[in-house]
């Protein structure tokens, strides 16, 4: 082991202060990089989008070769569109919070936290970690869902379903990334209560739970209930719209304000919630060992 | 000669308290061994000087003044766990934290290169840091804590898990660093090695600053020792130098043969009545000088001559002196 002086001296750049908006960038930069240059995700996403064009173009052949035409298919085939877009929500969404989830406690455990805290402060660490992966999964989510889009369209599957393919898909575009930035704030949220992958799974628990229970709602629950007065209420709460508006937007006829609205209140929630995570985020940062209640948390006041 | 300056530093963490009014200062240029057990509060006292805890008493300066945040981003900084993220190339990740310090694009890439010459990690620039050994990923901890150019390291058990060779790496590295003027403040339970590098100690016990000055300050307490051995049990000897004025005298009830022999005063000869009692007690094997290491320190070893200092020490000896 040899090591020659370090000397840096006689350097001409001297480092420049930073700002918030530049660091929260350079956060940005190292998730998306970090991902790029992982061989796993890269073949991972390739494959998953020339499986779900294959999917897509042998099931629009399917049903243009079974009902095309004849017009007597048993069931509302917009349904499919809608299971296809909550389906890729909810792999989406789940992905992102692992991803997301295991970065949080990675930092945590490693201690790294320290050194980036000292240095950025929090809100620019936790923004740019959600931002970054935010695109990561954005991009793979257009790049698979793009070749399935591409896969129904070369067999001619949108002649059978009667929905706005445009504005759905910018519909469901906004839903995920509104479903992704809420999703994500609490997931980090719980995700600092625990410093140990081991225990990450108990602590997103309940996130994991509501997704499972979302997805039942949104696939069998409301297309049986449509007009269900609580179902159609739960359609304006934060998070429960990024299932329910989509699929009722492709079943039913939603005014646009409702949509709007819905979208609205889940953007007027996200800073209240980003708050709660840096808030839970700060107070835990420094501790490690067993999981801390969210009790704990909200009323301890570890960091400067 | 300024630098950082803790004075009266007290930090409760529900209704346990880990620091009690910690003094500690670590001037330009300056290395400044932390040592205490684990839970003494040195981990608790860097987050304090990172701004990472806030004391609920005391002041932090830096150059006199009150510490600010564009003060703490002057100091390099490498935690007890390695700070790194464990799945990303070492180059890449000497130039993220370049970035973050405020270095733009080409010079973050000219720092990351430089660090990595200088640290001796040519060739493994595009390793997984979980690939590396934990000496090496030492090397890219410390890159890390270097690459802002900082005014002051604190480094939290730089020396854990290294091997010698490792070990004499980072000193020399640490010395460099203390030669540019960089003032150094680092805490490790490798005591030897503490009292070789640093300029100045301090001792922490249970949240309280029980010594702090140069290694030989600390070293030298007004007393000098002698360690003799007998090839017979040595308690008659004892018990007469005992009697003797300003002389303390110690054994373990392990090994009575085998007395330590404390006299008041910094002479380098062993006083001559002390000598005669030897020769009368008889079969003297050795006389060995025995002044205090660091490890005694911090185990109080000889602290245990003045009555309440260390009880633990004084319950593991037996006594025989008549200066208590």
């Known amino acids: 082991m040899s090591a020659t002086t370090f000397d840096r001296t006689n350097r001409s750049t001297a480092p420049s202060s930073g700002s918030g908006l530049r660091e929260t960038r350079l956060i940005i930069r190292r998730e998306i990089l970090t991902r790029l240059g992982n061989r796993t995700i890269l073949t991972a996403t390739g494959l998953l989008a020339l499986f779900a064009g294959a999917v897509a173009g042998i099931g629009g052949w399917f049903l243009v070769d079974s009902f095309g035409g004849t017009g007597a298919m048993s069931f509302d085939p917009r349904a499919i569109f809608a299971t296809a877009m909550i389906s890729a929500l909810l792999a989406s969404l789940v992905y992102s919070a692992s991803s997301l989830t295991s970065g949080v406690v990675e930092e945590k455990s490693s201690r790294i936290v320290e050194i980036l805290l000292t240095k950025i402060g929090i809100v620019p660490l936790l923004a740019g970690k959600m931002i970054g992966i935010g695109l990561v999964t954005l991009v793979q989510l257009l790049a698979i869902g793009g070749t399935a889009v591409v896969g129904f369209s070369v067999v001619g599957g949108w002649s059978l379903i009667n929905v706005a393919v445009g504005p759905s898909l910018l519909w469901f575009l906004l839903w995920f990334l509104l479903g992704y930035v809420i999703f994500a704030a609490l997931n980090t949220t719980l995700a600092s209560t625990v410093s140990r992958q081991e225990d990450l799974g108990t602590a997103v628990m309940p996130l994991s739970v509501l997704q499972m229970v979302l997805l039942v709602v949104s696939l069998y629950v409301l297309p049986m209930n449509m007009g269900n007065p609580w179902l159609e209420g739960l359609s304006f709460v934060p998070l429960f719209s990024s299932y329910l508006m989509p699929m009722r937007f492709a079943l039913e006829d939603v005014s646009t304000w409702e949509m709007v609205l819905a979208a609205g209140i889940s953007v007027a929630a996200i800073p209240a919630l980003f708050w709660l995570a840096t808030v839970i985020y700060r107070n835990n940062a420094l501790r490690t060992g067993s999981r801390v209640s969210l009790q704990q948390s909200l009323t301890s006041d570890e960091m400067a | ?324």
Not at chain 2, 34 to 50: E, H, S
Not at chain 2, 291 to 320: C, M, T, W, Y
Request: proline share 3%.
């Open chain 2, 1 to 324: 000669m300024n630098g950082l300056q803790l004075t009266g530093i007290s930090r409760s963490f529900g209704d346990r308290r880990v620091l009690h009014d910690v003094d500690l200062t670590v001037h330009r240029g300056e290395i400044v061994g932390f040592i205490g057990g684990n839970g003494a509060g040195k981990t608790t006292t860097m987050r304090v000087i990172l701004g990472l805890l806030t004391p609920d008493h005391g002041e932090v300066t830096w150059e006199a003044l009150p510490i600010t945040a564009k003060d703490r981003r002057r100091i390099g900084y490498m935690p007890e766990e390695r700070g790194l993220y464990p799945q990303m190339p070492v180059r890449d990740q000497i130039i993220h934290f370049a970035l973050l310090e405020g270095h733009h694009a080409a010079a973050a890439r000219e720092v990351a290169d430089e660090l990595i010459a200088s640290l001796g990690l040519q060739g493994r620039e595009q390793a997984l840091v979980q690939d590396l050994s934990l000496g090496n990923q030492q090397r890219v901890q410390l890159a890390v804590a270097l690459v802002g150019d900082p005014a002051l390291l604190v480094l939290d058990e730089p020396f854990s898990g290294l091997d010698p060779i490792a070990v004499e790496t980072m000193s020399r590295l640490i010395r460099e660093q203390a030669d540019r003027g960089v003032g150094v403040l680092f805490s490790s339970h490798q005591l030897e090695l503490v009292e070789r590098l640093c300029d100045k100690v301090c001792i922490l016990d249970r949240g309280r600053v029980t010594a702090s000055g140069s290694v030989v300050e600390l070293q030298d307490d007004g007393k000098s020792r002698w360690r003799l051995g007998f090839s017979r049990t040595a308690d008659s000897f004892a018990a007469e130098v005992s009697m003797t004025r300003g002389v303390n005298v110690e054994f373990s009830a392990a090994d009575r043969t085998t007395v330590l022999v404390s006299v008041d005063g910094s002479g380098r000869d062993v006083p001559g009545e002390i000598l005669a009692a030897a020769q009368r007690h008889g079969g003297l094997k050795s006389i060995v000088s025995a002044q205090r290491s660091l490890a005694d320190l911090l185990a109080g070893k000889f602290i245990s001559s003045g009555p309440g200092i260390n009880p633990g020490a004084e319950r593991s000896l037996d006594k025989v002196g008549v200066s208590q």
